[in-house]
Structure formats: structure tokens, C-alpha cells
T-cell receptor
């Protein structure tokens, strides 16, 4: 069974508008971490935002926020005020066995975001 | 702070040949990961090191792939012999605590 599901292969958004990228996950662990990464055409994975399973508040990092709904097992990424440079692949990932640097990331298949001028 | 370095950036080989990739993690990061990213998919873990010990290599095809991390710093990933389905981007990442920092990757094409 897929652990991370990203149902939107591609998304378009108008520059300066907000966009939500969907992510649902599956785990039986109580402690886990959720990550979003951006991968531009250059190929490097860039860390955007993190949400711990015990964090009560939704994570925010600048224009990025994570809409965490634990009961629904969803961790959607919201990008506000989209910029042309936001055009890239976006990956949702999960680390089970919360804590420390142990535990690899399990990635979804990604969503390709295209920002239109 | 220097990021994760990888070389080469691109490699084209014929099937049944061998190839090696090199990774230098961020200074002080004890954990190093190698991921394989096939076109259109998310990265998949091949192997994880903690210092110079292997933590997880359950998804490494050990009949053809090998990896080592000498002295707990640099790491090399080798494929011998390569198959067509090994065409992918090989990403190296390192972490100190929570988030992983990725290198630019090596794009391998097997013909």
C-alpha cells in the first residue's frame, strides 16, 4: 500500500495567487514527521517545511504553510502569493520512527506546479 | 556552509558496464543516504549510513549495487553490472537531526 499519496500529477496557478498541493499518508505509528520538498528542473531537492505528528499548530515557513489534519491523515502544502520561481515538482514525504536522524524518508510521486504569469 | 557535493553530475554507460558515484556530505552530518529517483517518481532509499555503519540497506539490490562510507565522511555508490532499468537520478543526502539536505544528484543513463 502506498504510504504517501499525491493525487495531483500537475497543477496550474496564476502568479500572486495561493495554491494548495494535496498529500495524504498512511502509517500506524503514533510518532512520525511530514516533510515537503521542492525539486526544480536543476534536480536538487530543497527542504521547505516540516510538521511533527505531535505538533499542535500547523507549521509555517514564510510563504509556505502546512495544513495538517491528523484524523484525516492529510498534510497539504499551501503556497501563498505564488511566484514564477515556484514552478517545480513538489514532493510530500514521511519519516516514521520520529526523532533524531534515524528513519529514511518515504516520498510520494510528486505534483508538478506551473505558475502562469 | 557548503552543501552536499556529488560527482559526476551526468554519466552515460552501456549496459553491463560498471559505474561509481561519489558523495561528500555536509560537514558534521553523521547520517548519509543514497536515493534512486526514476523519472516521474519520488526518490526511493537505497541505503542509509550512520557514521560509517549501515543502518538500512533493505532496498539495495545487493547483487549489483554496493556502497561504502569510509571514515564516516565521503561515500561511494557502485553499480556493477548496470542494467537498462538503472537509468535514474542518484541523490545523496545528509542529515544531522531532522531534515535531510540533498545534493544535486547524478543523472545516469544506461544504453
Amino acid at each position: 500500500a502506498q504510504k504517501i499519496t499525491q493525487t495531483q500529477p500537475g497543477m496550474f496557478v496564476q502568479e500572486k495567487e495561493a495554491v494548495t498541493l494535496d498529500c495524504t499518508y498512511d502509517t500506524s505509528d503514533q510518532s512520525y514527521g511530514l516533510f515537503w520538498y521542492k525539486q526544480p528542473s536543476s534536480g536538487e531537492m530543497i527542504f521547505l517545511i516540516y510538521q511533527g505528528s505531535y505538533d499542535e499548530q500547523n507549521a509555517t515557513e514564510g510563504r509556505y504553510s502546512l495544513n495538517f489534519q491528523k484524523a484525516r491523515k492529510s498534510a497539504n502544502l499551501v503556497i501563498s502569493a505564488s511566484q514564477l520561481g515556484d514552478s517545480a515538482m513538489y514532493f510530500c514525504a514521511m519519516r516514521e520512527r520520529y526523532g533524531g536522524s534515524q528513519g529514511n524518508l518515504i516520498f510520494g510521486k510528486g505534483t508538478k506546479l506551473s505558475v502562469k504569469p | 556552509e557548503a552543501g552536499v557535493a556529488q560527482s559526476p553530475r551526468y554519466k552515460i554507460i552501456e549496459k553491463r558496464q560498471s559505474v561509481a558515484f561519489w558523495c561528500n556530505p555536509i560537514s558534521g552530518h553523521a547520517t548519509l543516504y543514497w536515493y534512486q529517483q526514476i523519472l516521474g517518481q519520488g526518490p526511493k532509499l537505497l541505503i542509509q549510513f550512520q557514521n560509517n555503519g549501515v543502518v538500512d540497506d533493505s532496498q539495495l539490490p545487493k547483487d549489483r549495487f554496493s556502497a561504502e562510507r569510509l571514515k564516516g565522511v565521503d561515500s561511494t555508490l557502485k553499480i556493477q553490472p548496470a542494467k537498462l532499468e538503472d537509468s535514474a537520478v542518484y541523490l545523496c543526502a545528509s542529515s544531522h537531526f531532522r531534515e535531510q539536505y540533498f545534493g544535486p544528484g547524478t543523472r545516469l543513463t544506461v544504453t
